[in-house]
């Protein structure tokens, strides 16, 4: 296959282009920006150096899709709803990476990332690509809208009990953190050194973008859960997401080693999910640089609460990997494939 990227001068973009580099059925056709054409990817981004020569192109919709099968869109939210749908009608595939199709109601949308909504018949058309949870429909889809980074942590971790419908509906609470890169390459103030070294903040309490998207893939798993309370820190790392999640379980007579038995049950067979044993907790730095998401448990019989952490790198796992694994999984092949790789670790 032939990839385009668009938004490749972000750190997703970025990202795209160093796990697209070694994946062995897909070649980087062209590399696209609004704002830096003509000069080459690696005078951003030195690092590529010797490995990636690409000049950057414009953004042409018609010109690209003459050239490539599918085209990854790592833009920021509001751009996507209007190149998505040219190119999708242009008939190649299209892997979107902002938020701009997660969201099935149009105005849910707009009052939450406070943008023009795409309009709903492509809308109806994207496939969410949690690719754990959605195979069936990503294999047969031409238009995934892949996950926010905070969902992709938070659902994972969530699914099997939700999905059995053993949580109280009213009572899950996320308390999630992430690495800084999830702001993304631009510099700001919330993300200068100065205010994010040896800081936690909490930021877009009870207003994150990611809560409508949480409720709303909850809701289509056990229509009865359809509200949380998500919050969200920044901590002074660069790369990775931990979501903390509790919630009151129905059933009295569970135990953490019946929950586990569930977890590995239903996570058997999806390889880049890896529940710890034993009442062991994951730590960010485990799945630092790989599409991994590392889940632990622990039930407490005294309070009736679950805590499950769930971790995982946000521009692998949480944006660039789990787009490739969709793209995988659309080509037919093992969605493993170029992603399959021991964490960087210490
Ligand atoms: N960072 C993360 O951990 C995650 C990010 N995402 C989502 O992925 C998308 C990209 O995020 P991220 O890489 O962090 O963002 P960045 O800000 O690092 O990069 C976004 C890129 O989009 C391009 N861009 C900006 N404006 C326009 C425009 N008007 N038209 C076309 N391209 C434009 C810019 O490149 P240029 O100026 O060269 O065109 C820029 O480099 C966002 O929607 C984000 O929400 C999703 C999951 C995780
Ligand atoms: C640390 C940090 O700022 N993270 C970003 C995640 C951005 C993102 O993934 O948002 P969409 O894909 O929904 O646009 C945030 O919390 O908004």
Known sequence: MKAAIIGVTGYSGIELVRLLDQHPYVTIQSVHSSSQVGILLSESYPHLVDHITFDLDEINTANIAKEVDVVFLATPS???????????????????????????DPDTYETWYKKTPASTTYLEKAVYGLSEWNKENIATSDFISNPGCYPTATLLGLAPLVREGLIEESSIIIDAK?????????????????????????????????????????????????????????????????????????????????????YNQCYEDKPFVRIRQNG????????????????????????????????????????AGQAIQNLNIMMGIDERTGLHRIPVFP
């Open 78 to 104: 509001g751009i996507a709803s209007k190149l998505a749908v040219e190119l999708h009608d242009l008939h190649v595939k299209v892997i979107d990476l902002s938020g701009d199709f997660r969201l099935q």
């Open 178 to 262: 992430s690495g800084v890169s999830g702001a993304g390459r631009n510099a700001s103030l919330s993300t200068h050194y100065a205010e994010i070294n040896e800081n936690l903040k909490i930021y877009k309490v009870n207003q994150h973008q990611h809560i409508p998207e949480i409720e709303q893939v909850l809701s289509s798993w056990n229509e009865k859960v359809n509200t949380i309370t998500f919050s969200t820190h920044l901590i002074p790392m660069t790369r990775g997401i931990m979501a903390t999640i509790y919630a009151n379980v129905k059933a009295p007579d569970l135990t953490t080693e019946k929950i586990l038995d569930l």
């Open 280 to 319: 062991e907790f994951p730590s960010t730095k485990e799945v630092y640089g790989s599409n991994y998401c590392d889940i632990g448990l622990t039930y407490d019989e005294r309070t009736g609460r679950i805590t499950i952490v769930s971790v995982i790198d946000n521009l692998v796992k949480g944006a």
